[in-house]
């Protein structure tokens, strides 16, 4: 079946630093999304991606979508504490009105 | 304007017993998803629902698991005699339209217990 898949599965940075996660879809997406889940939280929608070769900005966050549809990613600049969490992309599967979800990458960050 | 509102917050149930979650969509929605999530693992779609309709249940286990979400009141997951494996968050989520080109919104989730 249709997945998606994320890298890496954690990450671990010193405040301050760069951290990205990377999405990759077995199929073309039409769109993609991202969801950041905080510690004991709920997935909580960040972003919504729909052109080939999109780029979008939230402050310190970069979200692209590739040129073939099939992969995105999320860069974080300068992380703070409250950058902690787990980033999930999701895509909708063809034919369903459905979101399958990456494995979710969890960030920590060393003050 | 409340979001998406689940109940129980934590369910602690005895192995055996049923375990029942409930949720109601934002207003205006009429998409609720029911996504579950293992302990430090990702979001597994179980079900999606329409009014008085299921629409998928291809995540759904065969046995033991059933979902509804009736012409008035909230969706219910319903778990029939639970087994530890069953221990898990269940967030059930919303959407204006079909999940796809429309986002998700998510409710703080029900987490079950089983012991």
């Known amino acids: 079946g249709q997945q998606v898949m994320q890298i890496p599965q954690y990450q671990h940075v010193q405040e301050g630093e760069d951290f990205t996660t990377y999405c990759n879809s077995s199929t073309t997406l039409s769109n993609i999304q991202w969801y950041k889940q905080r510690p004991g939280g709920h997935p909580v929608f960040l972003i919504q991606l729909v052109k080939s070769g999109e780029v979008k900005k939230q402050k310190r966050l970069t979200f692209q979508f590739g040129e073939a549809k099939k992969n995105s990613s999320l860069h974080i600049t300068a992380t703070q504490t409250t950058d902690v969490g787990t980033y999930f992309c999701a895509g909708p599967v063809r034919g369903a009105q459905k979101l399958v979800f990456g494995q979710g990458t969890r960030l920590t960050i060393n003050p | 304007n409340a979001g998406v509102m689940q109940n129980p917050r934590h369910l602690v149930r005895r192995r055996g017993q049923e375990a029942r979650l409930r949720c109601s969509p934002m207003?205006?929605?009429?998409?609720v998803y029911w996504y579950r999530q293992l302990p430090e693992e990702g979001l597994k779609f179980m079900v999606y629902l329409q009014k008085e309709n299921i629409i998928d249940e291809s995540g759904m286990p065969k046995e033991r698991f059933s979902a509804e979400f009736p012409k008035e009141g909230p969706s219910i997951l319903r778990i029939q005699q639970v087994v530890r494996g069953d221990s898990a968050a269940y967030f059930c989520?919303?959407?204006?339209?079909?999940?796809?080109?429309?986002?998700?919104?998510f409710g703080a989730g029900s987490r079950l217990t089983v012991l």
């Open positions: 989520a919303s959407s204006l339209r079909g999940a796809g080109a429309n986002v998700l919104t």
């Open positions: 207003k205006g929605h009429s998409h």
